[in-house]
C-alpha cells in the first residue's frame, strides 16, 4: 500500500509498504482523512523523541471499515462502517486504566508513534477504539475527534465556570479547540494570545479576544484561568504570571522539556497548577458527541491535501500556515495540492 513515511529530520516521502493485518480483535481502517498534528511538526523536525524513522505517522483520522480480525463474541463493526478512532491504545488492567486516567497507562501505545499510523491507505487498530460517525458527520469531521479530545480533558482538568475569565497562551489547533470548548461551557471572556496574527483571526472568528501579548490588556486585568497551548518557558511563566490569587493554569503545551517558574508566587497565591495529557475515552466520546451536534467546528479554517503533498504540508504548516487551522490529508481527489 501507498504510505508517507518520515525518514529523518525534514524528510517526508511517499513508499509503498506492507498492508497491515488486523489482529485478534482489531479493525482494518481505509482511511479516508487523516490531520496533521504539532507533535508531528516537532517529530518531523526531528525533535520529538516518540517517534523515531522510519515511521508512518499519523493519529487523527477518520475512514472506512475494510476488514474485521478474529475476535471472541459477535464484532462491533462491518466492512463499509464509516468510523474515527481513539488512537491512545492501553493496556487495560493496570490501576491507570481501571480509575479513569488509561491515558496514563504506563504500556500505552500511540497510532502513529508506537505503531504505524494513518499516513496510509489503511491502518489497523483495536476494535474497543474504534466509533462509528453519525450519517451526517463528514470524514473530515470525524478526523477532527482526537484533537478535540485533547481539549475536552483540558476543560475537563480545568472546571470552568461561565463566569470565568480565561486567557488562553497559542491559537494553534489545541488553543483553538479549546476555545470552543470552553465556549461551550459558557464562557464569554476569553482572551487568546498568539504572534501569528492570521491564526489570531481565526480566534477571533470564534469569539476571543486577541492580542499578541498579554502586556496589552489593561493593567492590572487578572485573569481565573489560563491554559498554556504552546509550551514554552516565557507562556507558562505568562500563565502563571496572569492569573489571580487561587487561579487556575493548566499546562499542555510541550514546546520545551524543562522551564523556570515563579515559584514563591504560586505559592503565596495558591495558584493551582495541572498537567494535560491527551485525553481518556469518555472526552474522546464527548468530542464525538459535541462534533455530532455542531457545537465545535475548525472547517472555515480546514485545508485538504492529497497524502503525496504531505512533506510540502509539513514544510508549510512550520514556515508559515497562513490562515490555516489544521491540514488534513486525503486519500481521494479532493485534496488541493501543496507545492
Given amino acids: 500500500m501507498k504510505a508517507l513515511v ?8 511517499i513508499r509503498e509498504v506492507a498492508k497491515p493485518v488486523p489482529g485478534p480483535n482489531e479493525v482494518l481502517i481505509r482511511v479516508e482523512r487523516v490531520g496533521i498534528c504539532g507533535s508531528e511538526l516537532s517529530g518531523f523536525l526531528g525533535h520529538n523523541s516518540l517517534r523515531k524513522p522510519p515511521l508512518v505517522m499519523g493519529h487523527e483520522f477518520s475512514g472506512i ?9 459477535e464484532a462491533r463493526f462491518r466492512q463499509g462502517d464509516r468510523v474515527t478512532a481513539n488512537p491512545l491504545v492501553s493496556c487495560g488492567r493496570c490501576r491507570a486504566c481501571t480509575t479513569g486516567a488509561a491515558q496514563l497507562c504506563p504500556e500505552r501505545q500511540l497510532i502513529g508513534a508506537h505503531r504505524p499510523g494513518a499516513f496510509a491507505e489503511y491502518v489497523a487498530i483495536a476494535e474497543k477504539n474504534v466509533y462509528r460517525l453519525d450519517d451526517h458527520v463528514s470524514f473530515d469531521e470525524g478526523a477532527f475527534a482526537e484533537p478535540f479530545a485533547c481539549a475536552v ?11 470565568d475569565r480565561l486567557l488562553i497562551m497559542g491559537a494553534g489547533p489545541i488553543g483553538l479547540l479549546a476555545l470552543q470548548a470552553a465556549k461551550v461551557y459558557g464562557l464569554q471572556q476569553v482572551v487568546v494570545v498568539d504572534i501569528n496574527e492570521q491564526r489570531l483571526e481565526i480566534a477571533k472568528e470564534l469569539g476571543a479576544v486577541t492580542v499578541t501579548r498579554v502586556s496589552s490588556l489593561v493593567e492590572g486585568h487578572t485573569f481565573d484561568a489560563a491554559i498554556d497551548a504552546v509550551g514554552m518557558e516565557l507562556t ?5 504570571e496572569s492569573v489571580r490569587p487561587g487561579g ?3 499546562f499542555t503545551g510541550l514546546h520545551e522539556d524543562t522551564s523556570r517558574l515563579p515559584i514563591n508566587q504560586i505559592i503565596r497565591s495558591e495558584i493551582q497548577m495541572t ?3 491527551a485525553y481518556h475515552s469518555d472526552d474522546f466520546e464527548t468530542a464525538l458527541q459535541w462534533i455530532s451536534e455542531g457545537r465545535v467546528s475548525l472547517s472555515p479554517w480546514t485545508k485538504l491535501a492529497p497524502l503525496e503533498s504531505g512533506s510540502a504540508c509539513f514544510d508549510m504548516l512550520i514556515k508559515n500556515p497562513g490562515k490555516i487551522a489544521k ?8 485534496g488541493e495540492s501543496v507545492q
Fill in 6 to 13: 518520515y525518514e529523518g529530520p525534514s524528510t517526508m516521502n
Fill in 65 to 73: 471499515v475494510e476488514q474485521v480480525g478474529s475476535g471472541e463474541g
Fill in 153 to 163: 480533558h483540558i476543560c475537563k482538568l480545568l472546571r470552568p465556570l461561565p463566569t
Fill in 236 to 240: 507558562r511563566q505568562t500563565c502563571v
Fill in 248 to 250: 487556575r493554569v493548566i
Fill in 275 to 277: 498537567g494535560a495529557f
Fill in 327 to 334: 491540514i488534513l490529508l486525503t486519500l481521494d481527489e479532493k
